[in-house]
C-alpha cells in the first residue's frame, strides 16, 4: 500500500525558513510520473507550489518562484521543499502529491504557520 508521510512543518517567522519532507512508502518514485506539492490557506482551494512532472521538469507556482525549491532523493524515496524568505501568505496546510496514471495519492498535510 502507497503512504505518503510528510514532516517538518510548523510556526516560522516571517522571513525564516522551513524545509518539509515527504516520505513515500510501499513503492519507489519511479512508480510515479508526477510529484510535488500542494498547499491549502482556510477558506482557499487547494494549489500547486512546486512539482517535478514528465521525469525531471520542475515548476513552479508564480508565488513562490525564487524562495521555494523543490528536490528529491530517489535513494530514499523521499522528496523535500525548502522554504525561504517566507511571508504570512504562506501560511497553509502543505500537502505531498504523487501520480501514476491510475492513482491520485495525497499525504495528510503538514501546517505551516507563518508569522509577522
Known amino acids: 500500500q502507497v503512504q505518503l508521510v510528510e514532516s517538518g512543518g510548523g510556526l516560522a517567522q516571517a522571513g525564516g525558513s522551513l524545509r518539509l519532507s515527504c516520505a513515500a512508502s510501499?513503492?519507489?518514485?519511479?512508480?510515479?510520473?508526477?510529484i510535488g506539492w500542494f498547499r491549502q490557506a482556510p477558506g482557499k482551494q487547494r494549489e500547486l507550489v512546486a512539482i517535478f512532472s514528465s521525469g525531471r521538469t520542475v515548476n513552479y507556482a508564480d508565488s513562490v518562484k525564487g524562495r521555494f525549491t523543490i528536490s528529491r532523493d530517489n535513494a530514499k524515496n523521499t522528496m523535500y521543499l525548502q522554504m525561504n524568505t517566507l511571508k504570512p501568505e504562506d501560511t497553509a496546510v502543505y500537502y505531498c502529491n504523487a501520480k501514476t496514471s491510475w492513482v491520485n495519492y495525497w499525504g495528510q498535510g503538514t501546517q505551516v504557520t507563518v508569522s509577522s
Open positions: 510501499g513503492t519507489t518514485f519511479d512508480a510515479f510520473y508526477a
